[in-house]
């Protein structure tokens, strides 16, 4: 089992960053590969980034185009999104995810077996 508290949303005008945080309790975060995913109200959740297990490999989506930045860290069971250049059109719910594997990377909902509970992310223009 594994327990993911995100952190870190609010609300930032246009242009602006923030820091996302997701904290894992589990005694084995390193058999995880983690994502971060959004929503918006009345759409399908949407991939937005992954990093797996050591850090190494990292996935994005197409919207992101350089401006966020995934990472972990394994010494304190966080993985973190760093988002630059905000957008309105990033105005969602950002959720981590976990799913236990140890090579590759899944961009699919299905595929992660643990949620948190979403972290409200809103950009004014």
């Known amino acids: 089992q594994v327990q993911l508290q995100e952190s870190g949303g609010g609300r930032v005008q246009a242009g602006g960053s923030l820091r996302l945080s997701c904290e894992a309790t589990?005694?084995?975060?390193?058999?995880?590969?983690m994502a971060w995913f959004r929503q918006v109200s009345g759409k399908e959740r949407e991939f937005v980034s992954a990093v797996g297990w050591s850090g190494g490999t990292k996935s994005y989506g197409p919207f992101v185009k350089g401006r966020f930045t995934i990472s972990r860290d394994n010494a304190e069971n966080t993985m973190y999104l760093q988002m630059n250049s905000l957008k309105p059109d990033d105005t969602a719910v950002y959720y981590c995810a976990a799913e236990e594997r140890t090579y590759g990377l899944s961009i699919s909902t299905s595929d992660y077996a643990y949620w948190g509970q979403g972290t409200q992310v809103t950009v004014s223009s």
């Open positions: 589990t005694p084995t975060f390193t058999k995880y590969a």
